[in-house]
């Protein structure tokens, strides 16, 4: 499985799982901006056999690979300039290894979910007889709302495009057949993360708590100057405020949320499974949208004033990732730095009330916690809201900002859940409409099955005649001024031959270590620029 970020990889790595039971997951992260960190990997909490960060060529390398290195299946988990690169190049690989006289490409071998690999660079692509290659699956990892047709025929040429839903697969039909290119390839799945194959308004299942003996999953991002702050550093949990720290560290002297009577607290609010826990609120953010300050800080000022209104809720802002990591998407504006921003408790900026935190960890963990208080989840239009109507826990996409095709909710019209701050202030729950949630494949029992049954065709196919050569729809033919462009960002050619300065790494060690030091920095910089410089920039701008 092949992945450029954090979010593609939780949906890449899922979706291999679930297309290969059983089989070996090697997980391969493609070098660039977002490469995801070690902690947000764990956080997904979705493990592979293997691991390790690859250029292009490293990547062709494996996955044109033949005998007992060859894999069967590779997952595609990339954006799609980086799918449509990876198709040409294979395409690319195959043709030329298919033509080395004497070569006899080996079948691929059972066990494998993923793979890269990196062939000769020269032979010609356009071959008529089929090159032996795996099986190549792409798709999206969550929502799609924007930019559809550029980024479905990015991802053309795939032997499998799996849709998220019934809905997603007519629409992805309709594009494909509306350019006259094959449609064949779309498969209606459901996302990854969603359990399928039960009903999980049912509960939540025995394993999925908040952690080994009654821990608590919650990794705090404290506030400004806290752990995880610009100018914090770690703090043990003895350290750290009453805002920063889990419910279960807090003594009786904090007087928190989780330590008051029933009789405290509003009845609308002790609707936990198990009896006192507090009625959990998860506002899950996102990087870019909003992407204003104005916006992203009156975001925050609401979800703190919420807390501050049900002194009986436990208010967690559900952060996507720590000062210094990059997401899929570029975040300019953190909500740990807009913190020091607000007014506090005790006259204190930022400071937070007892019974709202900012919070990393998996995000099935939390809306486990919420489902099990009867809880709610606010975004805008993250995917985890899907993940939330899933499990039946009632779902607000707000309006505050407007609906509009910029903030992404307005793929929730007609699902019931729209709705503002204030009238989640005053209790309202949203109810998902049964029908939208039927059609967008976060009710009902749209599995994996077909796909499935798919791979295993195309895998058998692969083993013995070999698979038909790759045919993306963009070809310097049909987008002569597009697709170079494209191809070049990943180094290669118009014909998906590497150019020169891409090839294999032959560096010795020494210089091997200088350049990652080198690339390493380059990186941080690029990030500070973007989340410090960047918007100093724009607000001068704005004088």
């Not at 870019?288 to 209104?309: K, N």
């Not at 109810?431 to 976060?442: H, R, S, Y």
């Not at 295993?456 to 462009?485: C, D, H």
Request: contains cysteine; charged residues 25%; proline residues 8%.
């Amino acid at each position: 499985m092949l992945a450029d970020s954090d979010t593609r990889w939780k949906w890449g790595a899922l979706t291999a799982r679930r297309l290969a039971p059983g089989a070996r997951l090697d997980g391969l992260l493609l070098r660039g901006r977002a490469t995801p960190t070690p902690r947000q990997l764990a956080e997904v909490g979705v493990p592979a056999d293997s691991l390790r960060e690859v250029t292009t060529a490293e990547f062709l390398q494996a996955a044109s690979a033949s005998g007992p290195a060859a894999y069967d299946m590779i997952v595609l988990a990339c954006v799609g300039g980086a799918v449509q690169a990876m198709l040409h190049g294979l395409r690319h690989a195959v043709g030329a290894a298919t033509a080395q006289p004497g070569r006899e490409p080996g079948p691929g071998t059972g066990g494998k979910a993923h793979g890269e690999t990196h062939g000769k660079t020269h032979g010609q692509p356009e071959r008529a007889l089929p090159g032996r290659r795996p099986v190549l699956v792409t798709g999206y990892v969550g929502v799609v709302y924007e930019k559809l047709t550029d980024g479905l025929l990015l991802r053309h040429g795939a032997d499998v495009v799996l849709a998220n839903s019934p809905y997603d697969a007519e629409r992805f039909r309709a594009v494909y057949e509306g350019v006259g290119a094959d449609s064949a390839s779309v498969v209606a799945c459901a996302l990854p993360f969603l359990d399928t194959e039960r009903d999980p308004r049912d509960g939540p299942l025995p394993d999925s708590g908040d952690g080994p003996d009654g821990a608590d999953p919650l990794e705090g991002a404290g506030g400004p100057g806290g752990p995880d702050g610009p100018e914090g550093g770690d703090r043990s949990v003895a350290d750290r405020s009453v805002a920063d720290r889990p419910v279960t560290d807090r003594s009786m002297a904090d007087r928190s949320v989780a330590d008051r009577s029933a009789a405290d607290r509003p009845v609308a609010d002790r609707a936990a499974v198990g009896g006192d826990a507090p009625f959990t609120v998860v506002f899950a953010v996102q990087p870019s949208v909003p992407a204003g300050r104005a916006d992203r800080a009156y975001l925050l000022r609401r979800a703190v004033a919420h807390a501050r209104r049900h002194p009986g809720r436990q208010v967690l802002i559900k952060l996507r990732s720590k000062p210094g990591e990059h997401t899929t998407h570029i975040e300019e504006e953190p909500y740990q730095k807009l913190l020091r921003t607000l007014p506090g408790d005790g006259g204190r900026p930022g400071a937070l009330p007892p019974n709202c935190r900012l919070v990393y960890g998996n995000m099935g963990r939390i809306l486990d916690r919420a489902q099990r208080t009867g809880g709610l989840l606010v975004t805008v239009s993250s995917t985890a809201a899907l993940e939330s109507l899933h499990r039946g826990v009632p779902t607000a996409v707000l309006t505050d900002l407007g609906v509009r095709e910029a903030l992404g909710n307005h793929y929730f019209t007609g699902s019931g859940c729209l709705a503002s701050w204030d009238q989640l202030d005053d209790g309202l729950l949203p109810e998902a409409d049964e029908k939208w949630a039927l059609a967008q494949g976060v009710r009902g029992a749209h599995g994996f099955a077909a796909a499935r049954e798919r791979i295993a065709r195309l895998t058998a196919q692969a083993r013995g005649a070999g698979l038909p050569p790759l045919t993306p729809y963009y070809t310097v033919r049909t987008a002569p001024g597009y697709l170079p462009a494209v191809l070049r960002r990943y180094g290669l050619g118009p014909d998906g031959s590497l150019l020169a300065g891409a090839g294999r790494n032959t560096e010795s060690g020494g210089r091997r270590v200088v350049r990652r030091v080198v690339r390493d920095a380059a990186r941080g910089a690029y990030r500070h620029g973007v989340q410090r410089v960047a918007p100093l920039i724009r607000r001068a701008g704005e004088l």
